[in-house]
């Protein structure tokens, strides 16, 4: 088969899907690992993790631009629809979720700089964070697998996980409100304690939105988790 055969039929068609298919993997490993990084540098006070997760975030963008050029080739050269057509599409907006969680990762990570370990008054806050982000970097990670296994998952154990988190959420920002009004010189650490747990919560909402776009590829109708 002559080249101009090959890049002008199914077979580039199906070239381009793997392509855009590996792109997506690639993303969503390599921010997990970003996000499972963000985590230790503020659990274990690593500041050297946040100049890694910059360099890691320029990657980020490289196969970000490599997943975006093959969907815009496979919209514009084959005019595919259907289910090859939700998926093209779904796939931009799954890169965007993961996108912006490995920006999440990388201001978690960054949060370690003001916090001062010496003073432990935040130590059982900084606990119950650990809790929550490895509750969401598991909602992240059967996220992402359910999209590239194309594979719907049940939306009311996801509000369940979803309202875990947020309540998680609410009782950790209580409990650093509490310590800072205590004392206000830890005002500073708090607050970037505070923005690191609400970077968490981001996350587990975009593995929400990915559930979603996930079980649209595969059933071809919309859904919300509330």
Known sequence: MD????FGGTI????????LSGHV???????SRMIDNGLIALLEDDENLYKTLQDDLTLVHTIFDALDGSAMSSLALHQPFA???RYIISSIKIGNEIHRCAHDAV???HSSEFVDRNKTMFNGCIKDIGELGKLALKMFHESTQAFINKKALD???WQKLDDKVDHLHEEIINDINSIMEKNPEWVRAG???ILATRYIERIADHACNIVEESSYVVTSK?????
């Open 107 to 109: 201001h978690i990570a």
């Open 25 to 31: 993997s690639d993303l969503s490993e390599l921010v």
């Open 155 to 157: 939306f009311k154990e």
């Open 12 to 19: 580039r068609f199906k070239e381009l899907m793997n392509e």
């Open 191 to 193: 607050v970037s304690l």
């Open 3 to 6: 080249d101009k055969k090959k």
């Open 83 to 85: 289910s090859d057509l």
């Open 222 to 226: 919309r859904g919300k988790i509330e």
